[in-house]
């Protein structure tokens, strides 16, 4: 089955950077889009941006460009997450998110922009 | 970007009962793609609904979903004990895609 599986809780100081991991199983990891999804304590779901992993495309949303890097390893079926110069407003669940989507009847297809299997997410906490 | 503003806040209700929550958007959403989550403490968010109207594969026919445009809505017929959570919409017709700030459903 598809399994998303995110590294594990950080905690860093303001300023430093973070590195999320992402391994996908149980589909082809280079044919759907993986999304970087954040979730503040207590507070709603924030798109950070997508990566292609075939071609290694990106995407950002416009709040993160400078401070964020999305990567991939093919060799491995991982997406990388990279925040830098972090703040304590950066302290959030930080989830990834594929398009990989499975229909009851049998099907599979590329969702374009939701998500049916999402990583178990990873807690990064920013304080000094 | 478009904006998703969710409604209410706050839903307090009883295990059976039926209950509507609503997702208005700031424009149009371009060909309704628009989703809903559902989300437990602790977990990921879960997929409910997809294209406005499309319930994911092994939701419960107990949920679904409605609207077009700027105006969406999510409905639960009969609320079962596991339902009670936080709901968000998303959209996904163009980018940045955005996230409601969700509706929490609690036991009344």
């Known amino acids: 089955q598809v399994q998303l599986v995110q590294s594990g809780a950080e905690v860093k100081k303001p300023g430093a950077s973070v590195k999320v991991s992402c391994k996908a199983s149980g589909y082809t990891f280079t044919n759907y889009y993986i999304h970087w999804v954040r979730q503040a304590p207590g507070q709603g779901l924030e798109w950070m941006g997508r990566?292609?992993?075939?071609?290694?495309?990106?995407i950002y949303a416009q709040k993160f460009q400078g401070r964020v890097t999305m990567t991939r390893d093919t060799s491995v079926s991982t997406a990388y997450l990279e925040l830098r110069r972090l703040r304590s407003d950066d302290t959030a669940v930080y989830y990834c998110?594929?398009?990989?989507?499975?229909?009851?009847?049998?099907?599979?297809?590329?969702?374009?922009?939701?998500?049916?299997?999402w990583g178990q997410g990873a807690l990064v906490t920013v304080s000094s | 970007e478009i904006v998703l503003t969710q409604s209410p806040g706050t839903l307090s209700l009883s295990p059976g009962e039926r209950t509507t929550l609503y997702c208005r958007a700031s424009?149009?959403?371009?060909?309704?793609?628009l989703t809903w989550y559902q989300q437990k403490p602790g977990q990921a968010p879960r997929l409910l609904i997809y294209g406005a109207s499309s319930r994911a594969t092994g939701i419960p026919d107990r949920f679904s979903g409605s609207g077009s445009g700027t105006d969406f809505s999510l409905t639960i017929s009969r609320l079962e004990p596991e339902d009670f959570a936080v709901y968000y919409c998303?959209?996904?017709?163009?980018?940045?895609?955005?996230f409601g700030g969700g509706t929490k459903v609690e036991i009344k």
């Open positions: 998110a594929t398009e990989y989507y499975y229909d009851s009847r049998g099907y599979y297809f590329a969702a374009q922009g939701f998500f049916q299997h």
């Open positions: 998303q959209q996904y017709g163009s980018s940045p895609l955005t």
């Open positions: 990566i292609n992993p075939n071609r290694g495309d990106t």
């Open positions: 424009q149009s959403v371009s060909s309704n793609y």
